[in-house]
């Protein structure tokens, strides 16, 4: 069994989901030999390293509807998501890039694939005040739980619940974080690497000077 047949089976997606899986990879190795979307080594496991990786957000939280996705890069793991919503009736993810070629390879994909997606391209600290009242937001490989914490700090503290997956510095990045934030979260295992866990993060407030 082929890696894209493992996924889309473990994921329990459509014919139609599939379908669309299919033409977001396409696009993403067009594109990938002149905009460089994501590291050259992990293109060709680019189902377990990205689509699957991606997927697994879905899960935990399998009845939100409204997702903000921060710098979205390659889609990863934002309009995956929204390929994987689409026949989910109300579902909808807004995609936060401030690189402009990279927003237009995302605004093609979505295109191509028909997901609920919005590329906004700005920066997080810009635009995330708008997006309050948003279910789930999230963001992969992007900058430090700390940063994450500060940029998200409109949504979580409006009742937004955060999924960040993290690497094996985990622990160091919530100590880290703790020294400025008060936070409730889980620490989740991660279903594509075993060394990495996703923070689920649901309540926020500073810590007092």
Request: net charge neutral; proline share 5%.
């Given at each position: 069994?082929?890696?894209?047949?493992?996924?889309?089976?473990?994921?329990?997606?459509?014919?139609?989901?599939?379908?669309?899986l299919?033409?977001?990879?396409?696009?993403?190795?067009?594109?990938?030999?002149?905009k460089?979307?994501?590291?050259?080594a992990?293109?060709?496991?680019?189902?377990?390293?990205?689509?699957?990786?991606?997927?697994?957000?879905?899960?935990?939280?399998?009845?939100?509807?409204?997702?903000?996705?921060?710098?979205?890069?390659?889609?990863?793991?934002?309009?995956?998501l929204?390929i994987?919503?689409a026949e989910?009736?109300?579902?909808?993810?807004?995609?936060?890039?401030?690189?402009?070629r990279?927003?237009a390879?995302?605004?093609?994909?979505?295109r191509?694939?028909?997901?609920?997606?919005?590329?906004?391209?700005?920066?997080i600290?810009?635009?995330?005040?708008d997006?309050?009242?948003v279910e789930?937001?999230?963001?992969?490989?992007?900058?430090?739980?700390?940063?994450?914490?500060?940029?998200?700090?409109?949504?979580?503290k409006?009742?937004?619940?955060?999924?960040?997956?993290?690497?094996?510095e985990?622990?160091?990045?919530?100590?880290?974080?703790?020294?400025?934030?008060?936070?409730?979260?889980?620490?989740?295992?991660?279903?594509?690497?075993?060394?990495?866990r996703?923070?689920?993060?649901?309540?926020?407030?500073?810590?007092?000077?």
């Open positions: 069994m082929s890696d894209r047949e493992r996924v889309l089976t473990a994921a329990g997606v459509s014919r139609e989901t599939a379908t669309r299919d033409l977001y990879v396409s696009q993403l190795q067009r594109w990938q030999s002149v460089n979307l994501v590291g050259p992990t293109l060709s496991e680019v189902w377990t390293r990205h689509v699957a990786d991606a997927l697994q957000l879905l899960a935990l939280a399998p009845n939100a509807r409204t997702w903000l996705d921060l710098g979205s890069g390659a889609g990863i793991p934002g309009l995956i929204a994987a919503g989910r009736p109300g579902f909808r993810v807004d995609l936060v890039e401030s690189n402009a990279k927003c390879f995302l605004t093609e994909a979505i191509i694939t028909g997901a609920p997606a919005r590329v906004r391209n700005a920066r600290e810009a635009v995330i005040a997006h309050v009242g789930i937001v999230c963001a992969r490989a992007l900058a430090s739980l700390d940063q994450l914490l500060a940029w998200t700090e409109p949504v979580l409006s009742g937004t619940t955060g999924l960040f997956p993290k690497g094996r985990v622990e160091a990045e919530l100590t880290e974080a703790a020294r400025r934030w008060r936070f409730v979260y889980d620490l989740l295992p991660s279903q594509t690497d075993s060394a990495a996703i923070v689920r993060v649901t309540a926020l407030d500073r810590v007092e000077p």
